[in-house]
């Protein structure tokens, strides 16, 4: 594979592939863009069937970072790691700390996280060899679950749709489907439930399901219906690619707004949308509540300044409405535009050379 040929065409800064033989590790740490900040992503372990699966995850998602760091405002850039390993087999202190050791070998460039495959006890191990790792326990001042300051922001976010598509913020009384009400789910559905929303929920797990019943009041339809809902706001929390071909002439909604990862199987289902005159919420802008819930860890996390800081994706999908609006583009491109128009807008004050920052030690 031609890893300059996939740096080259998306504005790669670094990869740097990590080996270590008595620790069983092979790694590769993808750094896109730190025009804002140092590069902030998780690691995956996941066993790859070839490296160049690996290089192509690793690139796609620290690209994904640049981008949903910039349109939620923080001062980070893109960054992402994978371990080709089985997380099931072939964890280990030493596989960690060798790895960690590594990220430190950085010197802060990229900040590590947990992701598929890894958990907080990893974390606590790359803490031995580094500070630049977020996620550890709360015992080192971690800032613990992040599903529900994920949730706290799609609900914030779903309330500047219904600004937009209703007129009013308010949900009271609005009929939102939830698909999936597992971690961010459940706490998504609270915050409507208070706010005197009517739920409708689906989970291929009965027990959530019957939570969310009793809970929230919620009617429970079979994982299937749940695109055929009469609804004002759909909420995707469970998987991705739930917006494609076959699911999208099914919904009977005015807005499209959840927490999943992916959720258009491809840019031409974003299109569709929007031709269709459903406003869609891009998730990577409407879901980076967990994002910036870590991210204030590395100010000395605050549970109160992490919400206050979330209740700005508020504002972030109003941005992108007005982008979507003043260039007349779906809002998945909108969103796109408005992580590249801040990181081109700041990169620029960047060029004022400070002698106190800037000049070599
Ligand atoms: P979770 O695993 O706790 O919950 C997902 C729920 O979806 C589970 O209850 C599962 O049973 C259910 N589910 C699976 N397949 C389903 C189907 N076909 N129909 C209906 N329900 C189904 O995960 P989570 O942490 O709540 O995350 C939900 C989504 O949000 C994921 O896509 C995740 O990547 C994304 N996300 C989560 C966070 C976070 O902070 N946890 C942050 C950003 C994005």
């Avoid at 066993?47 to 699966?53: G, K, L, Q």
């Avoid at 700390?97 to 006890?121: C, K, N």
């Avoid at 919620?218 to 699911?247: H, K, Q």
Wanted: with cysteine; charged share 25%; glycine share 10%.
């Amino acid at each position: 594979m031609e890893v300059f040929v996939g740096m080259q065409k998306h504005g790669f800064e670094q990869v740097v592939f990590c080996y270590n033989e008595s620790a069983g590790l092979k790694a590769i740490i993808a750094i896109h863009d730190t025009t804002l900040g140092p590069a902030l992503g998780g690691l995956r372990m996941w066993p790859y069937a070839t490296e160049e699966d690996a290089v192509f995850d690793v690139l796609r998602l620290a690209r994904g970072m640049t981008y949903k760091a910039a349109a939620a405002g923080l001062n980070l850039g893109g960054g992402k790691a994978v371990i080709i390993a089985d997380p099931r087999r072939d964890k280990s202190e030493a596989l960690f700390r060798a790895f960690g050791r590594f990220v430190q070998s950085l010197g802060g460039r990229y900040i590590t996280a947990e992701d598929v495959g890894t958990t907080v006890e990893d974390m606590d191990y790359i803490h031995m060899e580094t500070d630049y790792v977020t996620g550890v326990s709360t015992a080192y001042g971690s800032s613990g679950d992040p599903s529900p300051a994920t949730a706290f922001g799609v609900w914030r976010g779903m309330k500047a749709c219904a600004k937009e598509a209703f007129g009013s913020e308010s949900l009271a009384g609005k009929r939102v489907a939830i698909q999936g009400v597992g971690h961010v789910g459940q706490n998504l559905a609270r915050h409507l439930y208070d706010e005197g929303a009517r739920l409708v929920v689906s989970d291929i797990n009965e027990e959530a399901v019957a939570r969310a019943r009793a809970e929230f009041r919620a009617e429970a339809v079979d994982p299937e219906a749940i695109y055929d809902v009469e609804c004002d706001i759909f909420s995707p929390c469970a998987l991705g690619a739930v917006l494609n071909p076959e699911t999208i002439p099914r919904l009977k909604t005015r807005v499209v707004a959840g927490a999943a990862n992916n959720q258009l199987l491809s840019d031409s289902d974003g299109d569709t949308l929007h031709e269709r005159g459903i406003l869609y919420a891009p998730d990577y802008v409407i879901n980076a509540g967990g994002l910036i819930n870590v991210a204030d860890e590395l100010e000395g996390y605050n549970r109160d300044r992490a919400f206050k800081k979330i209740t700005g994706i508020y504002a972030n999908i109003e941005k992108v409405i007005g982008i979507s609006k003043r260039d007349r583009i779906p809002t998945y491109r909108a969103a796109d535009r408005l992580a590249e128009e801040r990181i081109g807008l700041i990169g620029q004050q960047k060029r004022m050379h400070l002698p106190c920052c800037d000049a070599p030690a």
